[in-house]
């Protein structure tokens, strides 16, 4: 199956807000649709960790570091999912990717997220 393609990253300072986006364009509607799908980061010299996911009936949940500042969506018409990340902090830098909750897609370039202090 074609990787996911992630977009949205960028600077930003602490406090301000990104909204990352992902597309599936290579899967079908039929397939996307009832995906749960993640999203994960990596920081530097860690370990790449879940941040949030979505079921196909639209049940978010999300890691303790990010509940209450990030929102995970999803348009099933455009198979996309998003990450909409807000009162973003230092810590939260890093590389993000999209893929289901079983990690098991091929793994896109990501997005770079930097937050400056």
């Known amino acids: 199956q074609r990787r996911p393609v992630e977009s949205g990253g960028g600077l930003v300072q602490g406090g301000g807000s990104l909204r990352l986006s992902c597309t599936a364009s290579?899967?079908?509607?039929?397939?996307?649709?009832?995906?749960?799908w993640a999203w994960y980061r990596q920081a530097p010299g860690n370990q790449r960790e879940l941040v949030a996911t979505?079921?196909?009936?639209?049940?978010?949940n999300y890691a303790d570091s990010v509940k209450g500042r990030f929102t995970i969506s999803r348009d099933n018409a455009r198979k996309k999912v998003y990450l909409q990340m807000d009162s973003l902090k230092p810590e939260d830098t890093a590389v993000y990717y999209c893929?289901?909750?079983?990690?098991?897609?091929?793994w896109g370039q990501g997005t770079q997220v930097t937050v400056s202090s």
């Open positions: 290579g899967m079908i509607t039929s397939t996307f649709n009832p995906i749960t």
């Open positions: 893929n289901r909750d079983t990690g098991e897609l091929p």
């Open positions: 979505i079921t196909g009936g639209r049940d978010a």
